[in-house]
């Protein structure tokens, strides 16, 4: 399997409501340092892939081209997912619990 089908794999094990990091989705495929592959495997990912529910370690959303940001805060908010003042995802909906045995 490589780099990108084992990123859609972990992603769609992410419930809906919650939110992991690219990093964390780097680590759970076994290459830590790959964050930034990450995000581009999800630029290109298939449609069941639910791309949305990856943010950035501090919980804001990777700025993505035109109104690429406005549709995944709006996607996560129909999926229950809150944020700050800020616009960053609150701390609880990370998926700090998912582990590389929920991908299979």
Partial sequence: MNFFELVYRIVRAV????????GQVAFLAGNPRMA???GWALHVCPSDVPWQRVVRKDGSLAPLPPDGSSRQRALLEAEGVTFDARGRVIRRH????????DEA
């Fill in 94 to 101: 990370f998926g700090d619990g998912l582990s590389a045995r």
């Fill in 36 to 38: 930034r592959q990450v």
């Fill in 15 to 22: 419930p809906p409501g919650q939110v992991v990091s690219y």
